[in-house]
């Protein structure tokens, strides 16, 4: 009776093991009492909406959160509620997760170790990465003072290449450690935009999972990664059509390859970088009679369109879908923000994509040569 009596009693503690291990425990000292009272929510994104699994009530600027861990890969954003800045991805595990707050920016941050810990310091460098290019500033400078000429240009414009990719190595280097688990996943979806090279995305993308790949966002940065493979400097333009202002089908094959080089200039009414831009685009139309500027309008309403293009005096040929961020159009060239510039020689082939102020200058300067 004795021995079937300790039989048992090992059932059940090997029973309470395995629960335990499959459980998570999340606990956060927020530094301030600021959000007392406040949600601090648990959940995820699915390709029809945010699903909320859990949540708590912050105690003064403590909370406590803990439940089942739905499976071995489930990854889940935790957040304050009404606090944006504080979405942070966690790998759900057995092991503590402790997070603190940054007061200053509302990050929440993962103080433990483990994958989520990795996470943390991955994140950490990247941005010191981003925080320490003074490239940009360099530009700027030299411009106002009147200093900046083809050679610096070129210049920076190797440094700029030589640091675009060192980080895409370390991201690259990040996700390949981690592309069994969905933080590989989440830092490849949200860093695409970082890549200048798109070889090294679609390596990336054939190193995923198969049941990865029918997660929505996957599939749009693949189809990203691939349309910008395919407009790529050195490729063979993609026609793309729309519809002028008078409502007339127009496409881009009906300039490219009629003797002039052509700038396909991706805007925006209510973009203002993009309206920023229209006086320099306006310059270099004056300067060289050989360029032919095509504007393709991602605006999703033709009045805004219409009076956006009065109001600039755009006399160059447009055409848009008014379809908004899902032109088809911008998708054909993997365009992820405006204003995004093309450059087609007189013979169809892309020699230059997102070019954008000196970088445009430049380019087309040496094309005109």
Request: net charge negative; charged share 30%.
């Given at each position: 009776?004795?021995?079937?009596?300790?039989?048992?009693?090992?059932?059940?503690?090997?029973?309470?093991?395995?629960?335990?291990?499959?459980?998570?425990?999340?606990?956060?000292?927020?530094?301030?009492?600021?959000?007392?009272?406040?949600?601090?929510?648990?959940?995820?994104?699915?390709?029809?909406?945010?699903?909320?699994?859990?949540?708590?009530?912050?105690?003064?600027?403590?909370?406590?959160?803990?439940?089942?861990?739905?499976?071995?890969?489930?990854?889940?954003?935790?957040?304050?509620?009404?606090?944006?800045?504080?979405?942070?991805p966690?790998?759900?595990?057995?092991?503590?997760?402790?997070?603190?707050?940054?007061?200053?920016?509302?990050?929440?941050?993962?103080?433990s170790?483990?994958?989520?810990?990795?996470?943390?310091?991955?994140?950490?460098?990247?941005?010191?990465?981003?925080?320490?290019?003074?490239?940009?500033?360099?530009r700027?400078?030299?411009?106002?003072?009147?200093?900046m000429?083809?050679?610096?240009?070129?210049?920076?414009?190797?440094?700029?290449?030589?640091?675009?990719?060192?980080?895409?190595?370390?991201?690259?280097?990040?996700?390949?450690?981690?592309?069994?688990?969905?933080?590989g996943?989440?830092?490849?979806?949200?860093?695409?935009?970082?890549?200048?090279?798109?070889?090294?995305?679609?390596?990336?993308?054939?190193?995923?999972?198969?049941?990865?790949k029918?997660?929505?966002?996957?599939?749009?940065?693949?189809?990203?990664?691939?349309?910008?493979?395919?407009?790529?400097?050195?490729?063979?333009?993609?026609?793309?059509?729309?519809?002028?202002?008078?409502?007339?089908?127009?496409?881009?094959?009906?300039?490219?390859?009629?003797?002039?080089?052509?700038?396909?200039?991706?805007?925006?009414?209510w973009?203002?970088?993009?309206?920023?831009?229209?006086?320099?685009?306006?310059?270099?139309?004056?300067?060289?009679?050989?360029?032919?500027?095509?504007?393709?309008?991602?605006?999703?309403?033709?009045?805004?369109?219409?009076?956006?293009?009065?109001?600039?005096?755009?006399?160059?040929?447009?055409?848009?879908?008014?379809?908004?961020?899902?032109?088809?159009?911008?998708?054909?060239y993997?365009?992820?923000?405006?204003?995004?510039?093309?450059?087609i020689?007189?013979?169809?082939?892309?020699?230059g994509?997102?070019?954008?102020?000196?970088?445009?200058?430049?380019?087309?300067?040496?094309?005109?040569?």
């Open positions: 009776m004795k021995r079937k009596l300790l039989i048992f009693l090992s059932i059940v503690l090997v029973c309470l093991s395995s629960c335990n291990n499959n459980r998570y425990t999340i606990t956060g000292d927020l530094n301030t009492d600021e959000y007392d009272g406040q949600l601090i929510c648990l959940g995820y994104e699915t390709n029809t909406g945010k699903v909320f699994t859990d949540s708590a009530t912050i105690e003064g600027n403590h909370f406590h959160i803990e439940g089942e861990i739905p499976d071995s890969n489930a990854l889940r954003t935790l957040w304050i509620d009404g606090l944006i800045a504080s979405y942070k966690i790998l759900l595990s057995n092991e503590n997760i402790q997070v603190e707050l940054k007061p200053s920016s509302g990050e929440l941050r993962i103080k170790d483990g994958l989520n810990g990795a996470f943390q310091t991955f994140s950490d460098s990247v941005n010191t990465l981003l925080i320490d290019r003074t490239f940009y500033e360099r700027v400078d030299l411009k106002d003072a009147g200093k000429t083809l050679e610096k240009h070129n210049e920076l414009l190797e440094e700029e290449r030589q640091y675009m990719n060192h980080l895409e190595d370390y991201i690259c280097d990040y996700i390949k450690e981690n592309i069994s688990n969905n933080l996943l989440y830092v490849f979806i949200e860093s695409t935009h970082f890549f200048w090279n798109t070889e090294k995305l679609g390596e990336l993308i054939q190193l995923f999972p198969e049941s990865y029918e997660n929505k966002r996957f599939k749009f940065a693949e189809a990203w990664a691939n349309a910008v493979s395919e407009t790529a400097v050195g490729k063979q333009y993609t026609d793309i059509k729309g519809f002028d202002l008078e409502g007339k089908e127009v496409a881009l094959s009906d300039y490219v390859g009629k003797g002039k080089v052509v700038l396909v200039d991706f805007w925006a009414s973009c203002g970088p993009c309206r920023e831009l229209l006086p320099e685009l306006k310059e270099y139309k004056k300067q060289y009679k050989d360029l032919e500027i095509v504007g393709i309008s991602i605006d999703d309403n033709k009045k805004d369109w219409e009076k956006a293009s009065i109001d600039e005096e755009i006399d160059w040929p447009q055409f848009s879908n008014l379809m908004g961020r899902d032109d088809p159009a911008k998708l054909a993997g365009v992820q923000s405006i204003p995004t510039t093309i450059l020689d007189r013979n169809g082939t892309i020699i994509r997102d070019l954008y102020r000196d970088h445009l200058k430049y380019k087309i300067e040496e094309l005109m040569k």
